[in-house]
């Protein structure tokens, strides 16, 4: 079974622009997470989503969004770029019940200049 | 505020020696406690997922502990090798049955030959 793939795995934009990051789960995997990872705060949080609906949201300002379509891959988009938002964006994924393993995708390397 | 801090924040060992690893959480309610490994530039991967009624559960060479009463867990390498050498990030859900979970910052853990 393929694992989670995330495109791209590296992007290098400048402030002010938008990104669009794409994730294809597990085949069978319903729920989709995604989260931002720097070096000074960690892994956080983005959001949920399961069956194209959101189901829980982090405490990110409302440039960062997302959406899940059908077949189940999801994307996340950051509108109006800021420095702060270089990191590392990992998505994950889980057949949909709560407790079990998600596992995550090798992420997307995002780099605002 | 649901959080989870971890220590030794890095932590040294020669190959082949045992090491263990620290998380107290404060996470209310309790659903479990998940330990990932993060290898560099990767996403973390699924070691072992606890809940409430289970105090050890081992996975290999890793071997995690939970003690619901003083909100504490370890994780235990045994025998360590080179490929060991990662963060490990200790794990606990926002809210019970759902995937909104609060990471600590992570052990980085070098084994050196």
């Known amino acids: 079974k393929a694992g989670v793939t995330q495109t791209p795995r590296y992007l290098i934009k400048t402030r002010g622009q938008q990104v669009t990051l794409s994730c294809s789960p597990i085949?069978?995997?319903?729920?989709v997470s995604w989260y931002q990872q720097t070096p000074g705060q960690g892994l956080q949080f983005l959001f949920e989503?399961?069956?194209?609906?959101?189901?829980n949201k982090g405490n990110f300002p409302g440039r960062f969004s997302g959406r899940q379509f059908s077949n189940s891959r999801s994307e996340m988009n950051v509108s109006t770029l800021e420095l702060g938002d270089s990191a590392l964006y990992l998505c994950?994924?889980?057949?949909?019940?709560?407790?079990?393993?998600?596992?995550f995708g090798p992420g997307t390397r995002l780099l605002v200049l | 505020k649901n959080q989870v801090e971890q220590s030794p924040q890095s932590l040294i060992i020669l190959e082949g020696k045992n090491c263990t690893l620290q998380?107290?959480?404060?996470?209310?309610?309790?659903?479990?406690l998940r330990w990932y490994k993060q290898d560099t530039g990767r996403g973390p991967v699924s070691l072992t997922i606890m809940t409430f009624s289970e105090n050890t559960k081992s996975n290999g060479r890793y071997t995690a502990t939970l003690d619901a009463d003083t909100k504490q867990s370890s994780l235990h390498i045994t025998a360590s090798q080179l490929s060991d050498s990662a963060s490990y990030i200790c794990?606990?859900?926002?809210?019970?049955?759902?995937?909104?979970?609060?990471f600590g910052t992570g052990t980085r853990l070098t084994i050196i030959p």
């Open positions: 998380c107290n959480y404060t996470v209310s309610p309790f659903s479990n």
């Open positions: 994950a994924s889980t057949p949909g019940t709560a407790q079990e393993t998600q596992y």
């Open positions: 085949s069978g995997h319903r729920s």
């Open positions: 794990v606990a859900p926002d809210n019970f049955g759902n995937e909104k979970l609060t």
């Open positions: 989503y399961f069956s194209e609906t959101q189901r």
